[in-house]
């Protein structure tokens, strides 16, 4: 009966540990992919849509939506420990595009055109301000 019982603890203890991750989940993609195949394409379709006077239709405002959630998710993405560049400019950096996603999600999720054309700037700035620092190349200094 003893030797029953220690059996039944030593499982447990095991399942445990197999539940408990060793070690964070590796990213599946690169800064550079982000940027290419997640950000790029998202920012460029909220700011098509706001410069064709706003989604008229609910598949385009499908598309802003899932755009504006993807750049969101994105600057959480670019914050994760083995993207993040520095502690204080990466991530506040990050963090607006944070803000921007989530602020074209809210004007999107409420069908509210003004509002999504007011994001504009801030859609542009959270890429301007990033690729000024971190892309100079793209951002040369006059």
């Known amino acids: 009966m003893k030797l029953r ?12 540990l197999a539940q408990a991750p060793s ?3 590796p990213p599946a993609a690169n800064v550079k ?9 998202s920012s460029n ?11 008229k239709e609910e598949r385009e405002w499908a598309t802003v939506r899932r755009s504006a959630v993807t ?11 083995g993207r993040a560049r520095d502690q204080m400019d990466w991530m506040k950096d990050a963090k607006l595009l944070v803000d921007a996603g989530n ?10 055109g003004a509002a999504l054309a007011s994001v504009a700037g801030a859609v542009d700035a959270s890429c ?9 190349n793209v951002f040369p200094a006059h």
């Open 5 to 16: 019982w220690m059996g039944t603890s030593l499982l447990v203890g095991t399942l445990a």
């Open 23 to 25: 070690e964070p989940f």
């Open 33 to 41: 992919q982000l940027m290419l195949d997640l950000i790029h394409p």
């Open 45 to 55: 379709d909220i700011l098509l849509a706001i410069n064709r006077g706003g989604p």
């Open 71 to 81: 750049l969101a998710e994105s600057g959480n993405m670019l914050m994760m420990r």
């Open 103 to 112: 602020a074209a999600y809210k004007a999107a999720q409420a069908k509210d």
């Open 128 to 136: 301007t301000t990033c690729h000024k620092q971190y892309r100079p």
